[in-house]
């Protein structure tokens, strides 16, 4: 699919599958940027796996302290390497599960300046780790609930404004289809 795509092809047009559309346009960049080998496609792999690994603990370290940070991103990488979670077949999880830690680490920001950019943002990878993967769709539901939950513990408690800001995430969770 990434390599039909890069010569034009629209997806689904000369070949079929039940996955939506994300997985195969991210082969195609890493395909497009790294060439078109198994190597090129190993090497954005990595690449992609120490952004994940960079982006748990940028967000992590705003959540809880620089160690937590660092463990969570050693075992992401450890984990993510191994051979029970096709560490080496840059597999759509890996490629979901980097738009669920950008989702995190826009929300570590949203945190912190609670604009409703940074909240739309946290939807939109959110939805793009959904294009990557569809049993991403329940990080789409804990996200939610957890960006309530956040929204509730702020004090005082505006229901307009957690409405606004609960609506602008949802909005970004479907801005990718």
């Known amino acids: 699919f990434g390599h039909l795509i890069l010569n ?3 997806p689904y047009t000369e070949a079929y599958n039940m996955k939506l559309t994300g997985i195969y346009y991210m ?3 890493l395909m497009g ?3 078109e080998t198994y190597k090129g496609i190993h090497t954005g792999f990595v ?3 120490a952004g994940t690994m960079l982006l748990l603990y940028l967000s992590l370290r705003h959540f809880f302290n ?3 940070g ?3 991103a050693g075992f992401y990488g ?3 390497m191994s051979m029970n979670v096709l560490g080496f077949a840059a597999h759509a999880t890996h490629f979901s599960m980097f738009y669920v830690a950008l989702s995190m680490f826009f929300f570590s920001k949203y945190e912190q300046k609670r604009t409703l950019l940074f909240a739309l943002l946290t939807g939109v990878m959110l939805g793009m780790s959904f294009l990557m993967k569809q049993q991403a769709v329940y990080f789409i539901l804990f996200g939610g609930i957890v960006f309530l939950i956040f929204e509730f513990l702020e004090k005082p408690i505006s229901i307009p404004k957690i409405a606004l800001k609960t609506a602008v995430f949802s909005v970004g ?4 289809y």
């Not at 969770?173 to 990718?176: A, K, L, S, Y």
């Open 8 to 10: 034009g092809i629209t």
């Open 27 to 29: 082969y195609s960049l």
């Open 33 to 35: 940027i790294f060439g």
């Open 47 to 49: 690449l992609m796996n």
């Open 66 to 68: 620089p160690l937590t």
């Open 70 to 72: 660092i463990l969570t």
């Open 78 to 80: 450890l984990m993510g």
């Open 173 to 176: 969770v479907f801005i990718p």
